[in-house]
């Protein structure tokens, strides 16, 4: 162990500093005076010459180096998640349509069909996938239906509930995977209603808000917005099953010309049809798109200022009504010292399934001709654990962290998140480390460690943090299928 690597100091804006061990992500504030005292020791300058430059004794300087150092190597080291070469758990198989009833401007995917050809999945090939997905994999612990437009066929849905039910009656699998759903809830029909109360189907509706702003963007083929059907089918559907859990909205320009930020738009959300839980995520488009917003640079920003809003919403006397979840993740893997070797789990932890069988490692990785094409479960010696499935998921396998020489020893790893088909877009490699990235990262998480520092520093606001950090993991967390986690107290 190496004391003087493994600490990082950040200064806050005001008197405060944060001091970061970052293998064993343990966070403490100090006073300015302190963290210049620490920043000295660092360098290799002598506990004498630190004494004199503070006016204090050699015992006051050694005594404060080792309380600091006391605090961070009693602390535990943080839960780091490895996917392994053997490993026969897979965390999400997403079941994909490659067609949509929408034709929502901003849509990255060509109006649901990747650039392939429209289908929809049936009860035959939905069954055919999973026979051949639970050959190779021991336990699944998510299914999803994802598009396009997952409901366009109710039946397939039906089937996959009904296989593996009988998978568990039969005690080839130990226990049901979770079902989500990610939709645009255009159609609502009471099979769906029974399959969602039968098999706790977890659902996320796709909504940009009121009709005013949805409706210039998330329109059907004729150009008519969806929001009053939309609308409708979420009331109908949450009295009838408690769905869906979450919304999903995409931030674009038409939020910004209404002066409609983030906070008004989740409060929208609570509000009109009283769902707390909103994933709302900056549109990522063209620069030169009528509804695009942001530069890439800006993206980080955007995303840092929603980070910090949220922290100090956690450390307020009202636990959140609300909260924007993509923004509570990074904070809860804080907390939690919960980590992962991998930017991504593309490839590794989840696995994309077309209606004509091909395999990808993600739905950001579909199109024509892509790279990253797994095999087909239709074709013969093409299927999960293929050499063309093997050779891919490889890959990915040493994509991870402990195998780049820039993340070995950085600062940032336990927290450093990625998109991998967003660096493959960019350099046509799924290694996203770059300086850009790099960067853009340790601001945003600089900006969190001082934030929860600053926080640290009053033991009622820190309390509170604690408190509402819980409850949110525990009560939202929990009801849109993610891991359900406990906060240390």
């Known amino acids: ?72 190597y009693r602390s535990d080291k943080p839960l780091i998640w490895v996917k392994r070469d053997e490993d026969r758990t897979l965390g999400r198989l997403i079941l994909m349509n490659t067609d949509c009833n929408l034709r929502c401007k901003y849509c990255y995917a060509t109006h649901g069909s990747y650039g392939l050809k429209r289908l929809v999945m049936n009860k035959e090939s939905t069954v055919a996938i999973l026979e051949q997905a639970y050959s190779y994999y021991s336990q699944i612990n998510d299914i999803m239906f994802f598009g396009g437009e997952p409901l366009l066929d109710v039946d397939s849905i039906e089937a996959a509930c009904k296989y593996t039910n009988d998978l568990l009656i039969t005690h080839r699998i130990n226990r049901l995977p979770n079902f989500s759903i990610i939709t645009n809830l255009t159609t609502l029909s009471s099979k769906f209603i029974e399959l969602v109360n039968e098999y706790k189907i977890s659902i996320t509706a796709s909504l940009d808000g009121p009709a005013y702003i949805n409706d210039q963007q998330r329109i059907y083929p004729n150009g008519q917005g969806t929001f ?32 409609y930020d983030y906070e008004k738009l989740s409060k929208f959300f609570l509000e009109e049809f009283g ?39 956690l450390a307020s006397d009202k636990r959140p009504d609300r909260i924007e979840i993509l923004s509570f993740s990074p904070i809860l893997a804080l907390v939690n010292k919960s980590s992962a070797d991998y930017h991504c789990p593309a490839g590794l932890d989840t696995i994309s399934i077309t209606p004509n069988g091909n395999i990808y490692p993600c739905y950001r990785f579909i199109w024509e001709d892509s790279p990253f094409y797994m095999g087909n479960i239709f074709n013969p010696g093409e299927g999960f654990g293929s ?7 490889e890959r990915f396998l040493k994509n991870r962290k402990s195998y780049d020489p820039a993340c070995q020893d950085c600062w940032l790893r336990h927290l450093c998140k990625a998109c991998l088909a967003e660096a493959y877009e960019l350099k046509r490699d799924i290694r996203p480390c ?25 033991q009622d606001k820190w309390q509170k943090f604690l408190v509402n950090t819980r409850k949110v993991a525990d009560e939202v967390f929990e009801i849109t299928t993610f891991k359900k986690t406990k906060c240390p107290k």
Do not use: W
């Open 434 to 458: 770059s300086p850009g990235h790099c960067s853009s990262q340790q601001t945003l998480i600089e900006s969190l460690l001082t934030t929860i520092g600053d926080i640290r520093m009053n």
């Open 275 to 313: 769902i707390p839980c909103s994933f709302i995520s900056p549109v990522i488009i063209a620069p030169e798109h009528s509804l695009s917003i942001l530069s890439s640079k800006d993206l980080y920003s955007f995303r840092v200022n929603t980070i910090c809003r949220t922290i100090r919403t």
């Open 387 to 393: 050499p063309r499935f093997i050779e891919i998921r």
């Open 228 to 259: 009053s059907t939309v609308a409708r089918n979420i009331r109908k559907l949450k009295e009838k099953t408690g769905q869906p859990a979450a919304i999903e909205a995409t931030y674009t320009r038409n939020h910004v010309d209404n002066n």
């Open 1 to 72: 162990m190496d004391f003087k690597k493994e600490i990082r100091i950040i200064e806050g804006e005001g008197k405060t500093s944060v001091i970061f061990h970052h293998p064993s992500l343990t966070l403490f504030a100090v006073d300015n005076k302190t963290a210049n005292a620490l920043r000295m020791y660092i360098r290799g300058e002598s506990l004498l010459s630190i004494a004199n430059q503070f006016n204090t004794s050699k015992d006051s300087v050694c005594s404060l180096i080792s309380r600091i150092k006391e605090v961070t």
